[in-house]
């Protein structure tokens, strides 16, 4: 018997090709020398692929996935050439809800003095973790348009929250508390203007937050959490919010590490494949020019390794990021001027210099 696991990959579109290539590197380098016992499996999916024949997310990739696979690694998907991204949309979902992966967790955590914004403020000051709802909300696609194009059109698209949904996303958030010894979690909703679907998120999180008297609970509305993460972000330990608002406040927390190249961020659930990629998209601004930060992709890496269960390998990962940045060995968006290969061979050669 070979424990060995395997990692599908998909490395997307623009920049997700060029961040993975270095995610690969990182990963032989771990098997190399920590005897991190994994199995790449690349699957060409993406832009390029459905431009030439069609195929967005294949019933054989599925099957492959949930009965092969430990983990995917995703780059980033999204691509102007395709009208609405439709191949990004199967993918992703096909990914987040065909799993039924409903913990999206996004650290939002400032990894060095320098990369933190805030006057006054260090890196101490940020570090959080926030759990998006990831099967649920506004991104069920429930919803349509009547008279498009007319002075009468009109256009919705339905906020779906279940219990089941919101009950086990605030659940994880409270198990996850407990076992990273986080004192305090936060849920952040809009339950005065949304007073149906968010009074049940405020009710739900309060009712599960009386089975963890341990752990402080706390409410804010998202706008003034928004005011409150610029403001005084050492108040927050672990946030659980919906998918929506789990979207945007991540971007606006990965402001506070430095920028989308540092963010990282898993697609799990408690059994079962995992997801892991970078927050960021497939920024066809920089694609194909070496200028991708490929550090949230290592630190994706460190992620997944925790969920397959090897410890030990997040934290070196998040150390030799530490390093890079400190030394400069990384790109132009963190004050480096290094580029998107040189910076994945800094973080091989530290962990191979460790030994
Ligand atoms: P984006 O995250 O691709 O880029 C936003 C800005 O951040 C750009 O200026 C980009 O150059 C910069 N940036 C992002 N990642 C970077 C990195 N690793 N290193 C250095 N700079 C980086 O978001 P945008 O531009 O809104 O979307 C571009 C495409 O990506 C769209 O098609 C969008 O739908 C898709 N997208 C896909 C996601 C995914 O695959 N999960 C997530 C977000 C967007
Ligand atoms: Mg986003």
């Known amino acids: ?41 690349e699957f060409d999916l993406g832009a390029d692929r459905f431009l030439a024949d069609g195929t967005t997310f294949p019933e054989e990739v599925r099957n492959t996935i949930r009965d092969e696979c430990a983990a995917v690694l995703l780059g980033a998907m999204g691509d102007p050439r395709v009208p609405r991204n439709e191949h990004a949309k199967e993918i992703i979902f096909g990914l987040r809800f065909g799993f039924d992966l409903y913990c999206n967790i996004r ?7 320098r990369l933190m914004p805030l006057k006054g403020r260090t890196a101490q000051d940020c570090n959080f973790v926030v759990f998006r709802e990831n099967t649920e909300g506004i991104y069920v696609g429930m919803g349509g348009q ?9 256009a919705i698209n339905e ?3 279940t219990r089941k ?32 679907a968010h009074e049940l ?33 050492s108040q927050f330990d672990v946030v659980v919010t919906s998918n929506l608002f789990g979207d945007i406040v991540t971007d606006l927390g990965a402001s506070l590490q430095g920028g989308l190249g540092m963010a990282a961020s898993a697609n ?42 090897v410890a030990g390998i997040e934290d070196e990962l998040t150390g030799i990021i530490r390093d890079a940045v400190e030394a400069g060995e990384c790109t132009a968006d963190v004050g480096g001027s290094r580029s998107t290969s040189e910076v994945g061979d800094f973080v091989v050669s530290r962990i191979r210099s460790r030994g």
Not at 14 to 41: M, N, P, S, T
């Open 1 to 41: 018997m070979t424990n060995t696991k395997k990692i599908a990959v998909i490395p997307g579109d623009g920049i997700g090709k060029e961040v993975v290539a270095e995610g690969l590197k990182v990963l032989g380098a771990l098997r190399e020398h920590r005897g991190l016992d994994v199995e790449v499996v």
């Open 159 to 161: 906020d779906l929250n």
């Open 107 to 113: 650290p939002v955590v400032c990894l060095h003095d």
């Open 268 to 309: 799990v659930r408690p059994d079962g494949v995992g997801m892991f990629e970078p927050v960021h998209g497939s920024a066809p601004d920089i694609a194909g020019q070496g200028k991708a930060n490929p550090l949230a992709t290592v630190l994706t890496i460190g992620m997944m390794a925790t969920h397959l269960g």
């Open 146 to 154: 009547f008279k498009r194009g007319t002075p009468d059109e009109v």
């Open 201 to 233: 998120w405020r009710r739900c999180f309060f009712e599960v937050a009386a089975e963890y008297p341990g752990i402080e609970s706390a409410h804010q509305y998202v706008d003034a959490f928004c005011f409150n993460m610029i403001r005084d972000p």
């Open 165 to 196: 949904g919101v009950e086990r996303i605030v659940r994880a958030a409270f198990e996850y508390a407990v076992a990273h010894g986080r004192r305090r979690v936060h849920v952040v909703d809009k339950s005065n203007a949304m007073q149906a």
